[in-house]
């Protein structure tokens, strides 16, 4: 026992979300009391409330603090959970990893996390990839088709890397030198503080700012244009800029000419890009070709050395050409005349109309553009969440293209990493001959091309046994049932599952349906390693081994502990050093030149110079070949014939979100708002509501609407509301917001849990008298690459229910657990909307 009395300070940083504030924790005593801002770190400008509040989540009384086990029913109303021993709880889970691998293959046991971006499961994230890969599972159900798809992976399909750091290497804005930033769907000051620090600095030193949103919220008010862009309409935007700039000739011509497939011709028969193989001239074969206005004549290009074969070749961006093959006469344009096509059909005009924006200020925006060069871009959350996402974040990073400032200062650029050595276990023997993860078959170049699977597709694994059985589960946080649409669907799958343990902080709605529960530490109780910390070079040079704060509460453990000693119990220690953590913190920090022990004795972590290289795909091989981009082509891909060879449109083309005013005016008569959501501020996602000084800051929950639209309704500010849309119906409170388009409602998801000390209320979460926004959210139309459900563009109508809730649970209930199972009652329009499913 310290002295109750005696203060100490140790610097860390936040773990609770994906701005990873550096922070200087303070303890009195044996007890956790204060975090505040730590300056000297590269993200330790500033905490949000969240981040203070890190005490209070610690010794929050709701916190799980033993392993358990049920002994009722699943759907039960008590499920009898009786207290277990760790050994009882990991064996169980071992054991019925085993049973299942045994009978029906790996695949059959899935498992789910929370985001990387909302909780501490960054610490953890690698290492329950090196789990699945040593046992053999490719299915990782970890939202990855809502929050990092369009940004970290649509993009690859242009530039070959994402668009930011998920995971592997991503373009990121450099802010500190950018030009204009271009903030897209994204509202760092209530989600990424240090992406909003960096920028508003930035703002001062003269860098103009672009914000895409249809609210008027964070920093659109310190931006040079705000573009109020309907939700799920981003696709049309994106081509419409593209459509002014390439009018205006405000185009990096030469960028586009050396580094895209914009020069390559497109055959108008088949869509195919011309090769030689269709001249016949017994050559190269695969070789594509386009026009070379030096010689005027085909020049072919060889992306195996990633040049055209005449090194004077001036390959011309645009032009149609009528070939001669055996065949006949084959008309062909080059990819960028096509895609030039595809955006003069985004005219301003229809622009306004599809976007409902202010032409002038998109005039302004493409002005900025172009005339603030370098750019960078982040495009995030608002754009995600549709089921047009793929080709929405296609379209964007090829109106990026025409800045040519990818990877140039102040543009999207590769920042250095520290090096160090892999550690999700990618080679592994487990994850040779692994079958295909679930929705693969379906969706080949989505999620499960990198081993994830949508929800959907788990609770069809489950309860349709398609493509293939899925039996069990291992949950780290992940509260599908919040998190996802189709949530009583996925209720049914959750308990029909054979064997499900999850390791979490809190009992969630979805926790409460496992079989085993493992209480897990929180990032202050608990050590992690973080090689880089993203956002900038200096940031990225940080290595830091973050200490535990405090112990941990009761006999919760790390996730990583947890982790390690499953894969020991299941026979796969020798891939685990033995169950010796520190051994695999080794391994991992070697390459650094960086020891552990120097890390542990310098907690606010140490810097490694890293040296920043810009333009990398200009840099020359020793055979003379240019490094290019990471796609078939080695160029920025503006023709994506991986799309075109899978059923996609190999360009960008816009399509309505299938649940919208335009696709659907049947609907739109009844349900005439189009419904998107946002984060809150004081949350992290379905998390966080039971702690007293982020709840007392928001009781209940919200929907936003125009106040002529409330007007329109008899709605009062304040006042609860229905949100009804033709999948569900939930209730929250009106807020009432002038910046808004009056045709637009913005509601907030994650709303279950209580909080006991301030007496505020739970809500259930399979009710439509309780407010889990996620049950209004349709799973029958699905973007076709990504299998991403519309959970930010939809159809409602907003009722007064009258001055008081309803729906309130007692504060001690704990949400959803007296429901009958599968009532659907409630929801007497499902399936009459002629939606086509794709289950
Ligand atoms: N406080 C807090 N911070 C968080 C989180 C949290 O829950 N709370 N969650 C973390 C996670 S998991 C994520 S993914 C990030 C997300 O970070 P952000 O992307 O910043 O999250 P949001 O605020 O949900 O969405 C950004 C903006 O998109 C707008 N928007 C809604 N629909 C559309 C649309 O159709 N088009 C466009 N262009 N914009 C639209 C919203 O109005 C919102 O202002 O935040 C992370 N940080
Ligand atoms: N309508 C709508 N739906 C959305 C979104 C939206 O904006 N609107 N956002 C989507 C996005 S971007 C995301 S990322 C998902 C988020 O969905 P999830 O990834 O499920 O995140 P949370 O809802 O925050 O739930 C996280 C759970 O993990 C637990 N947890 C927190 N830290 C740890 C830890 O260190 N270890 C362990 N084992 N558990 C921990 C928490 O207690 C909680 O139970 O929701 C998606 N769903
Ligand atoms: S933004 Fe808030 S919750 Fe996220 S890391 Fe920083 S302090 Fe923690
Ligand atoms: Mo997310």
Same mark, same amino acid.
């Given at each position: 026992?310290?002295?109750?009395?005696?203060?100490?300070?140790?610097?860390?940083?936040?773990?609770?979300?994906?701005?990873?504030?550096?922070?200087?924790?303070?303890?009195?005593?044996?007890? /956790?009391?204060?975090?505040?801002?730590?300056?000297? *770190?590269?993200?330790?400008?500033?905490? %949000?409330?969240? $981040?203070?509040? $890190?005490?209070?989540? @610690?010794?929050?009384?709701?916190?799980?603090? *033993?392993?358990? &086990?049920?002994?009722?029913?699943?759907?039960?109303?008590?499920?009898?959970?009786?207290?277990?021993?760790?050994?009882?709880?990991?064996?169980?889970?071992?054991?019925?990893?085993?049973?299942?691998?045994?009978?029906?293959?790996?695949?059959?046991?899935?498992?789910?996390?929370?985001?990387?971006?909302?909780?501490?499961?960054?610490?953890?994230?690698?290492?329950?990839?090196?789990?699945?890969?040593?046992?053999?599972?490719?299915?990782?159900?970890?939202?990855?088709?809502?929050?990092?798809?369009?940004?970290?992976?649509?993009?690859?399909?242009?530039?070959?890397?994402?668009?930011? *750091?998920?995971?592997?290497?991503?373009?990121?804005?450099?802010?500190?030198?950018?030009?204009?930033?271009?903030?897209?769907?994204?509202?760092?000051?209530?989600?990424?503080?240090?992406?909003?620090?960096?920028?508003?600095?930035?703002?001062?030193?003269?860098? &103009?700012?672009?914000?895409?949103?249809?609210?008027?919220?964070?920093?659109?008010?310190?931006?040079?244009?705000?573009?109020?862009?309907?939700?799920?309409?981003?696709?049309?935007?994106?081509?419409?800029?593209?459509?002014?700039?390439?009018?205006? $000739?405000?185009?990096?011509?030469?960028?586009?000419?050396?580094?895209?497939?914009?020069?390559?011709?497109?055959?108008?028969?088949?869509?195919?890009?011309?090769?030689?193989?269709?001249?016949?001239?017994?050559?190269?074969?695969?070789?594509?070709?386009?026009?070379?206005?030096?010689?005027?004549?085909?020049?072919?290009?060889?992306?195996?050395?990633?040049?055209?074969?005449?090194?004077?070749?001036?390959?011309?961006?645009?032009?149609?050409?009528?070939?001669?093959?055996?065949?006949?006469?084959?008309? %062909?344009?080059?990819?960028?005349?096509?895609?030039?096509?595809?955006?003069?059909?985004?005219?301003?005009?229809? @622009?306004?109309?599809?976007?409902?924006?202010?032409?002038?200020?998109?005039?302004?925006?493409?002005?900025?553009?172009?005339?603030?060069?370098?750019?960078?871009?982040?495009?995030?959350?608002?754009?995600?969440?549709?089921?047009?996402?793929?080709?929405?974040?296609?379209?964007?990073?090829?109106?990026?293209?025409?800045? $040519?400032?990818?990877?140039?200062?102040?543009?999207? @650029? !590769?920042?250095?990493?520290?090096?160090?050595?892999?550690?999700?276990?990618?080679?592994?023997?487990?994850?040779?001959?692994?079958?295909?993860?679930?929705?693969?078959?379906?969706?080949?170049?989505?999620?499960?091309?990198?081993?994830?699977?949508?929800?959907?597709?788990?609770?069809?694994?489950?309860?349709?046994?398609?493509?293939?059985?899925?039996?069990?589960?291992?949950?780290?946080?992940?509260?599908?049932?919040?998190?996802?649409?189709?949530?009583?669907?996925?209720?049914?799958?959750?308990?029909?599952?054979?064997?499900?343990?999850?390791?979490?902080?809190?009992?969630?709605?979805?926790?409460?349906?496992?079989?085993?529960?493992?209480?897990?530490?929180?990032?202050? #109780?608990?050590?992690?390693?973080?090689?880089?910390?993203?956002?900038?070079?200096?940031?990225?040079?940080?290595?830091?081994?973050?200490?535990? +704060?405090?112990?941990?509460?009761?006999?919760?453990?790390?996730?990583?502990?947890?982790?390690?000693?499953?894969?020991?119990?299941?026979?796969?220690?020798?891939?685990?050093?033995?169950?010796?953590?520190?051994?695999?913190?080794?391994?991992?920090?070697?390459?650094?030149?960086?020891?552990?022990?120097?890390?542990?004795?310098?907690?606010?972590?140490?810097?490694?110079?890293?040296?920043?290289?810009?333009?990398?795909?200009?840099?020359?091989?020793?055979?003379?070949?240019?490094?290019?981009?990471?796609?078939?082509?080695?160029? @920025?891909?503006?023709?994506?014939?991986?799309?075109?060879?899978?059923?996609?449109?190999?360009?960008?083309?816009?399509?309505?979100?299938?649940?919208?005013?335009?696709?659907?005016?049947?609907?739109?008569?009844?349900?005439?708002?189009?419904?998107?959501?946002?984060?809150?501020?004081?949350? %992290?996602?379905?998390?966080?509501?039971? !702690?007293?000084?982020?709840?007392?800051?928001?009781?209940?929950?919200?929907?936003?609407? *125009?106040?002529?639209?409330?007007?329109?309704?008899?709605?009062?500010?304040? #006042?609860?509301?229905?949100?009804?849309?033709?999948?569900?119906?939930?209730?929250?409170?009106?807020?009432?917001?002038?910046?808004?388009?009056?045709? +637009?409602?913005?509601?907030?998801?994650?709303?279950?849990?209580?909080?006991?000390?301030?007496?505020?209320?739970?809500?259930?979460?399979?009710?439509?008298?309780?407010?889990?926004?996620?049950?209004?959210?349709?799973?029958?139309?699905?973007?076709?690459?990504?299998?991403?459900?519309?959970?930010?563009?939809?159809?409602?109508?907003?009722?007064?229910?009258?001055?008081?809730?309803?729906?309130?649970?007692?504060?001690?209930?704990?949400?959803?657990?007296?429901?009958?199972? /599968?009532?659907?009652?409630?929801?007497?329009?499902?399936?009459?909307?002629?939606? +086509?499913?794709?289950?």
């Amino acid at each position: 026992m310290a002295d109750p009395a005696s203060r100490r300070q140790i610097q860390t940083y936040c773990g609770l979300c994906i701005a990873r504030c550096g922070a200087i924790a303070t303890i009195q005593g044996d007890r /956790f009391v204060a975090l505040a801002p730590d300056p000297s *770190h590269p993200t330790g400008q500033a905490l %949000c409330a969240k $981040g203070r509040a $890190g005490p209070e989540l @610690v010794y929050s009384a709701d916190r799980l603090l *033993h392993p358990m &086990k049920r002994t009722r029913p699943k759907g039960d109303p008590d499920p009898g959970w009786v207290r277990i021993g760790w050994d009882e709880a990991l064996d169980m889970t071992a054991a019925a990893m085993r049973r299942i691998a045994d009978s029906d293959g790996p695949e059959a046991f899935a498992f789910s996390q929370g985001s990387g971006s909302t909780t501490g499961l960054a610490d953890a994230g690698g290492w329950i990839r090196r789990l699945m890969n040593a046992y053999g599972s490719p299915n990782h159900c970890g939202a990855m088709e809502l929050c990092g798809w369009s940004r970290g992976f649509a993009t690859h399909y242009t530039f070959g890397v994402g668009s930011v *750091h998920v995971g592997s290497a991503g373009a990121m804005p450099d802010i500190a030198n950018t030009g204009c930033l271009i903030l897209w769907g994204y509202n760092p000051s209530k989600t990424r503080l240090t992406h909003a620090t960096s920028t508003v600095e930035a703002v001062k030193r003269g860098m &103009k700012l672009i914000v895409i949103d249809p609210r008027h919220a964070g920093l659109a008010n310190k931006a040079d244009v705000w573009l109020r862009v309907r939700p799920g309409s981003d696709g049309a935007l994106a081509l419409g800029l593209a459509n002014l700039m390439i009018a205006r $000739g405000w185009y990096d011509r030469d960028f586009l000419r050396d580094w895209s497939n914009g020069p390559l011709l497109v055959r108008a028969d088949t869509g195919r890009l011309l090769t030689e193989r269709d001249l016949d001239t017994g050559e190269g074969g695969e070789r594509r070709l386009a026009w070379d206005a030096r010689r005027q004549a085909l020049v072919a290009y060889d992306p195996t050395i990633g040049r055209y074969v005449h090194d004077d070749a001036d390959p011309a961006l645009e032009g149609e050409h009528s070939i001669t093959t055996p065949q006949g006469v084959v008309l %062909c344009h080059t990819a960028f005349t096509l895609f030039a096509r595809l955006c003069q059909r985004h005219s301003l005009e229809a @622009v306004a109309t599809t976007c409902w924006i202010d032409p002038a200020a998109m005039e302004e925006a493409a002005r900025l553009i172009w005339e603030s060069r370098p750019v960078g871009y982040y495009a995030y959350a608002g754009h995600e969440q549709h089921a047009n996402t793929s080709q929405t974040a296609r379209a964007i990073s090829l109106l990026y293209a025409l800045t $040519g400032s990818f990877d140039q200062p102040g543009g999207n @650029v !590769l920042f250095p990493a520290v090096p160090s050595a892999a550690i999700n276990g990618g080679t592994l023997p487990g994850t040779v001959g692994m079958a295909k993860a679930a929705g693969f078959a379906e969706r080949p170049l989505g999620p499960a091309r990198w081993n994830n699977v949508t929800s959907g597709e788990l609770y069809r694994a489950i309860l349709d046994k398609e493509p293939y059985a899925i039996r069990g589960l291992l949950g780290f946080g992940s509260n599908l049932l919040l998190a996802r649409s189709d949530v009583l669907r996925g209720r049914e799958a959750l308990m029909a599952l054979e064997f499900y343990a999850h390791a979490d902080l809190f009992m969630s709605p979805t926790a409460e349906l496992a079989d085993v529960i493992l209480p897990v530490a929180s990032t202050f #109780e608990r050590e992690a390693l973080r090689v880089g910390f993203d956002v900038s070079l200096e940031a990225q040079s940080l290595v830091q081994l973050r200490q535990a +704060v405090v112990a941990p509460q009761g006999e919760a453990r790390a996730d990583t502990e947890i982790i390690f000693d499953l894969a020991a119990r299941l026979g796969l220690g020798e891939h685990f050093w033995g169950g010796d953590i520190e051994a695999g913190y080794q391994y991992q920090i070697a390459p650094s030149g960086v020891s552990l022990d120097a890390l542990r004795a310098s907690p606010g972590g140490m810097r490694v110079p890293v040296v920043m290289r810009y333009g990398k795909h200009a840099e020359i091989d020793a055979k003379g070949s240019p490094h290019g981009f990471p796609t078939p082509s080695r160029k @920025v891909e503006i023709y994506s014939e991986t799309f075109l060879q899978h059923g996609y449109d190999p360009l960008p083309e816009y399509r309505e979100p299938q649940v919208g005013p335009v696709a659907r005016p049947d609907l739109a008569a009844r349900y005439p708002l189009v419904l998107t959501s946002a984060k809150s501020t004081l949350f %992290c996602d379905s998390q966080h509501r039971a !702690l007293p000084s982020l709840r007392r800051q928001s009781i209940d929950p919200e929907v936003e609407l *125009h106040p002529d639209a409330a007007q329109a309704r008899g709605v009062m500010a304040g #006042e609860w509301v229905a949100v009804e849309t033709p999948e569900g119906s939930v209730r929250a409170r009106a807020r009432l917001n002038a910046s808004l388009d009056p045709r +637009v409602a913005v509601g907030q998801h994650g709303w279950w849990q209580a909080c006991a000390t301030l007496g505020a209320p739970a809500y259930d979460p399979f009710s439509a008298e309780g407010s889990n926004f996620n049950l209004l959210i349709g799973a029958d139309a699905l973007d076709p690459i990504s299998g991403t459900p519309p959970h930010r563009a939809y159809l409602c109508e907003i009722r007064p229910v009258g001055a008081t809730a309803p729906m309130s649970k007692g504060p001690d209930a704990m949400a959803g657990s007296s429901r009958p199972p /599968f009532d659907r009652s409630m929801y007497p329009h499902r399936g009459r909307f002629g939606l +086509v499913s794709r289950r």
